[in-house]
T-cell receptor, first 114, second 109 residues
């Protein structure tokens, strides 16, 4: 079946502009995660959605970052007033969270802020 | 929140040798410990996982051990092959998932 998809695959933006990154999780998965991966670095947790519960935003690096999940499915990560240090690959993952915690990752969005 | 530390950051082994990567976690409530393999330019892929009620799990050349008392878990790869070369991440889950910084494994032919 279809896996996690993300769009766009690549995004180049000018410093100071806002960007929106989209994640389509696997159908039926109740949990959705956003991570940031800088070049050659590890996976930095950003935010976690679980069903209708309030999201865990503890990983968001600043108030320029926000995310929402509409209808318990698609999620959008928004970065306002982008900075060069925001350049990274943004990965989305989903899991069924019904006793099976395996996360399935999307292909990521490579964001470059010039 | 959970803090996961991973060692070593880089590991180079000869083909056929074993490789061991170790992780520690801070939150004793963590109950799920996956390992992911990430090849260059690709997304992380789950290779093996273990839950807190199990001490060891094996899948062909890959095994994971968990010591809940010491709060550490390890990945063991035996008979390494060049295609095992990648970055490996451990993770620990309470509610959300926190990842280690990764280990770059190079298997020399």
């Amino acid at each position: 079946g279809a896996g996690v998809s993300q769009s766009p695959s690549n995004k180049v933006t000018e410093k100071g502009k806002d960007v929106e990154l989209r994640c389509d999780p696997i159908s039926g998965h109740t949990a959705l995660y956003w991570y940031r991966q800088s070049l050659g670095q590890g996976l930095e947790f950003l935010i976690y959605f679980q069903g209708n519960s309030a999201p865990d935003k503890s990983g968001l690096p600043s108030d320029r970052f926000s995310a929402e999940r509409t209808g318990g499915s698609v999620s959008t990560l928004t970065i306002q007033r982008t900075q060069q240090e925001d350049s990274a690959v943004y990965l989305c993952a989903s899991s069924s969270d019904q006793g099976a915690y395996e996360q399935y990752f999307g292909p990521g969005t490579r964001l470059t802020v010039t | 929140g959970e803090n996961v530390e991973q060692h070593p950051s880089t590991l180079s082994v000869q083909e056929g040798d074993s490789a061991v990567i170790k992780c520690t976690y801070s939150d004793s409530a963590s109950n799920y410990f996956p390992w992911y393999k990430q090849e260059l330019g690709k997304r992380p892929q789950l290779i093996i996982d273990i839950r807190s009620n199990v001490g060891e799990k094996k899948d062909q050349r890959i095994a994971v051990t968990l010591n809940k008392t010491a709060k550490h878990f390890s990945l063991h790869i035996t008979e390494t092959q060049p295609e095992d070369s990648a970055v490996y991440f451990c993770a620990a889950r309470v509610n959300d998932m926190r990842f280690g910084a990764g280990t770059r494994l190079t298997v020399k032919p």
